[in-house]
């Protein structure tokens, strides 16, 4: 799930500038605030999915590191 994050994140960037190039095609400007709550959507999403997908690397590769240290010890217990 970690590196699918970053990847709906960018799903809701796209929804939120699509969000603005319509409302900037409605009105017939480009106005800040016709922009501004597509652009806000946009922003939330991306950091979410970042930093969802940044705080849940240290537990992966914590339990990663875990589970091969404890592999190797063991493959030293079978060792003949």
Do not use: H, N, W
Not at 8 to 18: F, N, S, Y
Not at 32 to 54: D, E, K, N, W, Y
């Amino acid at each position: 799930m970690v590196p699918l994050c970053p990847l709906l994140g960018l799903v809701g960037t796209v929804t939120g500038m699509l969000e603005v190039f319509d409302s900037m095609s409605l009105r017939g400007s480009a106005d800040a605030r016709t922009m501004a709550s597509g652009v806000s959507q946009a922003m939330v999403c991306t950091l979410m999915g970042l930093a969802v997908s940044i705080t849940g690397l240290y537990p992966l590769y914590y339990f990663q590191s875990r589970t091969k240290i404890e592999t190797e010890l063991l493959g030293d217990k079978f060792a003949f």
